[in-house]
Nanobody, 120 residues
Framework: QVQLVESGGGLVQAGGSLRLSCSAS????????MRWYRQAPGAQRELVAG???????NYADSVKGRFTISRDNAKNTVYLQMNSLKPEDTAVYYC??????????????WGQGTQVTVSS
């Protein structure tokens, strides 16, 4: 089994910054794609950013130029640096990972979510 634990959420004023972290632990052989999603109240969960094992990235248009996703493969950790935050960034942010376990099976995992609140 693999566990994803997020940290770094909180309350910040508009224009401020936060850095989210998500660490994976458990029976991991290899982590493949890692992503951040978010879900605002009353809205569907949406993809924020993704990063492949080799480092290629993709972003939602709404966060391009403000958010940066990165990963430390040695630490099985993915980060989301969020700058120039806006009230519309307020949401619960979820970490997602595709992991190859030591048994060879490929599974998808979600973290428990971390709240980000941006005040105007």
């Amino acid at each position: 089994q693999v566990q994803l634990v997020e940290s770094g959420g909180g309350l910040v004023q508009a224009g401020g910054s936060l850095r989210l972290s998500c660490s994976a632990s458990g029976s991991i052989f290899r982590l493949d794609a890692m992503r951040w999603y978010r879900q605002a109240p009353g809205a569907q969960r949406e993809l924020v950013a993704g990063i492949a094992p080799g480092g290629s990235t993709n972003y939602a248009d709404s966060v391009k130029g403000r958010f940066t996703i990165s990963r430390d493969n040695a630490k099985n950790t993915v980060y989301l640096q969020m700058n120039s935050l806006k009230p519309e960034d307020t949401a619960v942010y979820y970490c997602y990972a595709v992991a190859v376990a030591v048994d060879g099976l490929v599974r998808q995992y979600w973290g428990q979510g971390t709240q980000v609140t941006v005040s105007s």
